[in-house]
């Protein structure tokens, strides 16, 4: 065996791949493992600086309006009457209780000793749950895992409405973790879920699930504590006691509305649905019950399987189901259901987790479309969520032999790069269809993300953005002029003066930029599924290119240039003494023009078609539909002929970075099977691996 032959197998022995050209020792791996972690922490402290100063950033009157609640001038320490006299206070007694002792002396210092002791609290909560991930785990998981938990928890909707607002949520979930995971003794675990209880009542159910699980002691040591607490609060506040357990019963009603959007919770959502009495408690009891029972036995199933921080997501999502109102810093425990793995494929296992991470960081207006249709969807997001963890979500058992290694996604052999000196990212395409429920989720919020970023890359607010995207209007104008590529007005006189082509250029801009788009691919995810992954890859890359420009560059288009002369087709003639002109600034940024992604997605659309497609007048009808969108763009005066180039440059370098991560697209034909993806021997003769 040669030198070359020699160096090749020690690099597959290693972890690499023959070519590599280096060892990839155990030193070597351990120490991009290190990297990579240290990586995280730092993301992790810039997330936590990132919450500190969007905090103090807050109007004195908008910041820790809740904490001024309990401790203000007005709060609990200083209350003459009842705690519940103003309904602002929504704790337990025995949350009060433990307010009392602060003075006005401790306020001072207490907007800042609550922010940061909330970060140190999230931090403890992250150490905490990766600790607990039920083994096997890889000296990979293990390395990252703490730093990608409280990355999240700095990210997730209910820790920053906890450090805005002064919530004490974070508190109850990390006092059962530390009973289930850190301290030793039943009966210290039992007291530390029992002070949660005092807290939030919900977590008692955590006491079945002690019991059924073998910690009889913790159970019952769970039940004297919270009723000793709650005791000593009723001892030393009778009145407030009786109002928030009898007159209010156990907080209901205390605070904002139950059928508040906030509301989390099976009632709050009845009670959005318009239905209200009797009828509506009898079935909140009745569908609180079976979520409890269902919930409650696959918590101890999996807490018997070995994986009782799952159990204890599951249990915290029955909680958040079943408590008359769960508010927005208590729903935490649905995010520790990431723990459990779901899908026994390897493209289905990452649909869950990103789910999760998405419902419980995103607003739920990037999750769903603003349709009436979706509204009970749309708000009740983290509810059904919850509800899915509690009771539907099929999470595999430790035993299954798909816990540890899913089954694999089918790889085209890698086929070799054109030019040798570009490195490669992938070791061969993926052959095998997408999960279609990730990919439409993955979708919509980068569709979300794509207009929030494109309509904050103004140039700057009122007259200044409009005087810098003026001022680049007269850059493109000039350059246009020189190279004899003006030709803007001209086309759109000549369109406004014939109806019938204003008629349908105008109706071409505003209806095919999407529908082409979204057509071509899922007819590849149905068809063609690993040429789908090259072409959204491809669009998707182009697209985060276009953003870059958008920031970079405001440019107001030829319709919206004083002194052109371009008459607005499609919105209608423009009032240029209005700075806003008009309604259509506060939906869309009217000045991301450059480059044009209206173009930029056709040439995506005509460049996907000509290359799949078997028939030459397919190809054809590929390539008239980015003429027919150049035209329409330039003459409805939306864009320069330059904004063209600019969209053409973003697909071009989107389709290279796509052969960067993903290498070059095999020349085979793919077909699905009962079993898969059984791809079928291409022109080289010769079939991907």
């Keep these: ?46 997330l936590a600086v990132r919450q500190v100063a969007a905090v103090l950033g807050t109007p004195r009157a908008d910041r820790l309006t809740d904490l001024e609640t309990w401790v203000g001038p007005n709060g609990v320490p200083h209350a003459k009457g009842s705690l519940y006299d103003s309904a602002r206070f929504t704790g337990t007694p025995f949350g009060g209780l433990v307010l009392k002792p602060l003075t006005r002396s401790a306020e001072q210092a207490l907007g800042w000793g609550w922010t940061f002791g909330t970060l140190l609290l999230v931090v403890a909560l992250g150490l905490i749950a990766a600790r607990a991930l039920p083994p096997p785990v890889s000296r990979r998981t293990a390395l990252l895992a703490a730093p990608v938990a409280v990355s999240l928890l700095m990210l ?223 708000d009740n997001t983290v509810l059904i969520t919850a509800l899915a963890a509690a009771t539907l979500v099929p999470f595999l058992s430790r035993t299954s032999a798909s816990y540890r290694t899913p089954l694999p996604t089918g790889r085209a052999a890698p086929v070799p790069g054109r030019w040798k000196h570009v490195p490669l990212l992938s070791s061969g395409r993926v052959l095998t269809r997408p999960n279609l429920l990730l990919e439409l989720l993955l979708i919509r919020v980068g569709y979300s993300v794509y207009q929030q970023v494109r309509l904050a890359a103004t140039g700057g607010d009122g007259a200044g953005g409009r005087a810098t995207a003026e001022f680049h209007g007269d850059q ?46 899922a007819v590849l995810y149905v068809r063609r599924p690993a040429d789908f992954r090259w072409a959204r890859s491809a669009l998707g890359f182009a697209t985060l290119l276009a953003l870059v420009g958008f920031w970079l560059y405001p440019l107001a288009p030829p319709r919206l240039m004083p002194g052109l002369g371009i008459i607005d087709t499609v919105h209608g003639v423009q009032d240029f003494s209005k700075p806003d002109y008009g309604t259509l600034t506060a939906l869309t940024n009217q000045y991301a023009a450059m480059p044009s992604l209206h173009f930029g997605w056709s040439l995506w659309c005509g460049t996907v078609v000509v290359v799949l497609a078997p028939r030459w007048w397919m190809k054809a009808l590929g390539l008239l539909h980015p003429l027919l969108t150049l035209a329409a763009i330039v003459a409805t005066g939306n864009h320069w002929v ?3 180039v600019g969209g053409a ?24 099977a009962a079993a898969g993806l059984r791809p079928q021997v291409g022109a080289g003769g010769r079939a991907p691996g």
């Excluded at 006491?207 to 609060?233: E, I, N």
């Excluded at 009786?242 to 906030?262: E, F, K, M, N, S």
């Design 642 to 644: 330059l904004d063209a």
């Design 649 to 672: 440059a973003v697909v071009a370098a989107g389709f290279a970075l796509t052969r960067l991560a993903q290498g070059p697209r095999p020349r085979t034909a793919v077909e699905p």
């Design 156 to 378: 997730s909707l209910p820790v920053r409405n906890a450090l805005r607002l002064g919530q004490t949520g974070i508190i109850p979930v990390l006092l059962v973790l530390l009973g289930c995971f850190v301290v030793r003794g039943e009966r210290t675990c039992g007291v530390l879920v029992g002070f949660a209880a005092a807290l939030q009542p919900t977590v008692l159910f955590f006491t079945p699930l002690l019991r059924f699980t073998g910690r009889r002691r913790a159970a019952a040591s769970t039940a004297v504590t919270f009723a000793a607490l709650t005791a000593l609060a009723w001892a030393a506040m009778p009145d407030d006691s009786r109002t928030y357990w009898v007159h209010h019963l156990a907080g209901v009603g205390l605070g904002r509305g139950a059928d508040d959007l906030a509301n989390q919770s099976l009632h709050g959502a009845l009670l959005r649905f318009g239905l209200t009495g009797p009828l509506e408690i009898g079935l909140f009891l009745a569908l609180g019950a079976a979520v409890a029972v269902a919930g409650l036995r696959r918590a101890v199933r999996y807490a018997r399987d070995g994986q009782l921080l799952l159990a204890v997501a599951v249990t915290g999502c029955v909680a958040v189901a079943v408590s008359p109102a769960t508010w927005q810093h208590q729903v935490l425990w649905v995010l520790l259901a990431l723990a459990g793995r779901v899908g026994r494929k390897a493209s289905d296992r990452p649909v869950w987790p990103v789910a999760v991470v998405l419902v419980m960081t995103l607003p739920a207006r990037m999750m769903l479309p603003d349709m009436p249709v979706l509204d009970p969807l749309r």
């Design 476 to 521: 493109v104008v000039a350059v246009e002029r020189f190279l004899r590529l003006d030709v803007e007005r001209w086309a759109n006189h000549a369109v406004v003066g014939t109806p019938f082509l204003r008629d349908f250029f105008d109706f071409y801009y505003e209806s095919f930029h999407f529908g082409v788009p979204l057509t071509v691919l």
């Design 1 to 46: 065996m040669g030198r070359e032959g020699r160096q090749g197998v020690a690099n597959v022995e290693h972890g690499g791949r023959p070519g590599d050209g280096f060892v990839r020792t155990p030193e070597t791996v351990r120490a991009r493992l290190h990297a990579l972690r240290a990586g995280l922490w730092a993301v992790a402290a810039i």
